[in-house]
């Protein structure tokens, strides 16, 4: 089976270049970057990345699975390497988590973890949406108690018309 597939994490560093006096009064500053730091981890169970519909969590492993460094002064070496973040669906999750090593019943937990979060999340939006609803009744409650007044109340009315 081939291994599972990788996200990147890059992480740069830096060699500032020689300042470049354009004036005596004033001079600019240059930061170039010379070299990225890519670390390449493997997918793995991953609580923080639930899935919106159904289905086990995939996230990024703990530990970086190798590590590569590139030169970034030739614009070549790196451009081609770049490469999407893509959604996987409940199947495909299911398969990375058996190709990490976990038994069906580990991926079974995971799912039921899963969707206990899931409706975790939806009881609080629930209950955001009755507060904001309750609030709204309320305003609404308070604006008809007050008393209306007309223009002829008004002394700043009244003031205009003479």
Not at 80 to 99: G, I, P, Y
């Amino acid at each position: 089976m081939s291994p599972s597939p990788s996200l990147l994490a890059r992480a740069t560093s830096a060699i500032p270049a020689p300042a470049q006096p354009t004036s005596p009064a004033t001079m600019t500053k240059r930061l170039a970057f010379t070299t990225a730091t890519i670390y390449v981890f493997d997918l793995d169970h991953g609580g923080s990345a639930l899935p919106a519909d159904t289905g086990p969590p995939v996230g990024l492993a703990r530990h970086h699975s190798r590590q590569e460094r590139i030169d970034l002064t030739s614009p070549v070496s790196w451009a081609t390497k770049r490469s999407r973040v893509r959604k996987f669906d409940h199947n495909e999750r299911m398969n990375l988590l058996k190709a990490a090593n976990y038994s069906m019943k580990e991926i079974a937990a995971f799912c039921f973890d899963a969707i206990d979060i899931r409706k975790s999340r939806l009881a609080t939006l629930d209950e955001i949406e009755a507060k904001r609803q309750a609030r709204r009744r309320k305003l609404i409650h308070n604006a008809r108690r007050l008393p209306q007044h007309t223009a002829d109340d008004c002394p700043l009315e009244q003031d205009t018309k003479t």
